[in-house]
């Protein structure tokens, strides 16, 4: 999932405060005054990391306040990609299997939503049969019918139109491709894709070409949610997408604001995941993570949406004064720099190594917050949350060994071996509205200027990203050679995290995420494995085979596996990570301690 998934992050800092920045995360081993619950009714420092905070204390009403530097890519289901608007979306949309509504490890499990049970399967696992419970209904009160969920579904197939979501299912359903979606549809019904059969409302079949043992995870996606055809407003849906859970949008202006309020023809008895507790939850967007950051510590807001950790001004008051407010989870992030190979001198390998030994890999994980509160130095492109992740154990390049002040010597030989013994010009693109990413940009600049790499750094407008370096032929024009971004997993295996960076299969045209255009025979014959295989102790190996061809391929510079300090207001009640969504809190059944 991008940046923040994919996914909606927000990052900070100038390159003046970074050092300081960097130093100053140390408060938090440190103490801090609201170590445990506070005088202002915190919980304490890491009381909802990986476990249920003030769970009792949640009242039905009022409104939760959301706070952001970041509005998402799309809140259109089939097209949305960050994280956050994932965890956001389950307030107003629903799948046939979703995430359960627990803190840590046991959050990525599957449990039912809008079908009755995890699905009957058939013909060696290429047929799943679901039954959708009773009592489903949308906003305006008219039924949820298995003829939604196939449509919602189908919108997967109009990428000329809705690019920039998933396409998991469109691949797995369709590997040729020969359904043209529901606007090129010539049936009366718009309703021809023939891998899913509707013998009747309650009744939604699917047929695999080919089994697939990530199946169910694709469709607990929201890219997977219900669409009522005569709702589709197709590129326009994200301004308003029908709801069919416990909320539904009352206004959304793009870059400004959301308010949800409560849907009131949804039943609570047809949902067994949503408690449904505010009234009304409301986004405001900040154009100044410093200002966010102040709004949140004088309590006028409840949590960050993008769930990317406080500001290095902000982090630093509240590891202090109010550390009871704070989290400070591993992310199922990986940080890093990707390299295009469409984009002279990386289609050379020798070239993307000078990079990768060039960097002075402390001064990038102290631009993004140091050991607290930027994570552990990335060693290699697999996050911990991951079967078949090894950590730092694996480092082909001695990332956070003898090489993690950079290896200028080292830089200076591969750039011999690829033809610019004096270095080579270069531009890094990074996000506009992520000060972090930034100052992780200029770290990565000074570092390479001592290797003779002359990099300028092109900050692009940070919620356009599927459209500037999504589109290969736009990084390709603009010369973008780096690229700073950040993955986490999509669901939690291999082909939910790796897919769509390294299958050459996932290159798209529009909305991107193979930002190194990687056309490996191996990487791809490995993933056709993995998917085939049935044995976890299988999948497990497939997986650490499969990191250890990326990186061998120098593709990427891996920065940090990611820790957040995260804030939570003193009014939340059943608040807790989950990695279902990389560590952020789940959204979904956050509550209030008042109802004022």
């Known amino acids: 999932m991008t940046t923040q998934r994919t996914s909606g992050r927000r990052k900070q800092a100038m390159a003046a405060a970074v050092v300081v920045a960097g130093l100053l995360t140390t408060a938090a081993c440190g103490g801090g005054k609201d170590s445990g619950g506070s005088k202002n009714g915190a919980a304490g420092f890491d009381a909802a990391n990986n476990k249920v905070a003030q769970a009792s204390l949640a009242k039905k009403g009022g409104e939760l306040k959301f706070a952001s530097t970041q509005d998402a890519d799309s809140w259109d289901t089939t097209r949305g990609y960050y994280g956050m608007a994932w965890n956001f979306m389950r307030y107003y949309s629903r799948q046939l299997v979703t995430y359960k509504t627990e803190p840590g490890k046991a959050g990525a499990e599957l449990q039912p939503d809008l079908a009755t049970d995890m699905g009957k399967v058939s013909d060696d696992g290429k047929t799943y049969t679901f039954t959708l419970r009773d009592g489903l209904t949308w906003e305006d009160g008219k039924p949820l019918t298995s003829k939604d969920v196939k449509y919602g579904i189908e919108r997967m197939w109009a990428q000329d139109v809705l690019s920039g979501g998933p396409v998991y299912l469109k691949n797995v359903l369709d590997p040729k491709g020969t359904y043209k979606g529901p606007y090129k549809d010539t049936s009366a019904d718009h309703l021809g894709l023939k891998a899913i059969s509707t013998p009747d409302d309650k009744t939604i079949v699917f047929h695999l070409p080919q089994a697939n043992s990530d199946f169910r995870q694709m469709i607990a996606l929201p890219s997977a949610s219900p669409v009522r055809q005569d709702k589709d407003t197709k590129s326009k849906y994200s301004l308003h997408p029908f709801s069919d859970g416990p909320y539904k949008f009352q206004s959304y202006s793009p870059g400004k604001g959301i308010v949800l309020v409560r849907n009131t023809n949804w039943k609570a008895s047809s949902d067994p995941v949503r408690k449904a507790y505010p009234d009304k939850i409301s986004v405001k967007f ?208 291999v ?102």
């Open 286 to 493: 900040f154009t100044n993570a410093n200002d966010m950051d102040q709004r949140l510590i004088a309590g006028d807001y409840d949590l960050d949406l993008n769930q990317t950790g406080l500001s290095p001004q902000g982090r630093t008051i509240a590891l202090k004064q109010h550390k009871g407010n704070l989290d400070n989870p591993v992310s199922g992030y990986v940080r890093y720099a990707v390299f295009p190979q469409s984009v002279k001198p990386f289609d050379n390998i020798h070239c993307r190594k000078a990079v990768i030994y060039g960097a002075d890999h402390v001064s990038l994980q102290t631009a993004r917050g140091g050991p607290v509160a930027g994570g552990d130095i990335g060693t290699n492109m697999l996050p911990p949350s991951v079967p078949g992740a090894e950590g730092q154990k694996y480092d082909p390049y001695q990332i956070a060994g003898a090489n993690k002040n950079g290896n200028v010597a080292k830089a200076k030989d591969e750039l011999k071996a690829c033809g610019k013994p004096n270095g080579f010009s270069t531009t890094i693109a990074v996000r506009n509205n992520k000060p972090v990413e930034v100052a992780t940009a200029q770290s990565l600049q000074a570092s390479l200027k001592k290797v003779g790499i002359d990099a300028q750094i092109d900050q692009y407008d940070g919620s356009q990203t599927a459209g500037i370096i999504g589109s290969p032929a736009n990084v390709k024009k603009k010369g973008y050679g780096i690229i700073i971004m950040g993955w986490g997993p999509d669901f939690p295996s």
């Open 495 to 596: 082909q939910g995290y790796g897919l769509p960076l390294w299958d050459s299969k996932y290159i798209l045209q529009s909305g991107n995420n193979n930002f190194a255009l990687v056309k490996d025979k191996t990487i791809d014959g490995l993933f056709d494995q993995y998917i085939k295989a049935t044995d976890p102790a299988k999948q497990t190996s497939i997986s650490t085979e499969i990191n250890h061809k990326v990186m061998e391929g120098g593709y990427y510079l891996p920065f940090t596996f990611e820790k957040f300090i995260n804030w939570r207001s003193s009014r939340l009640a059943n608040v807790y990570s989950t990695n279902a969504y990389s560590g952020m809190y789940d959204f979904v059944n956050l509550g209030l301690k008042s109802s004022k």
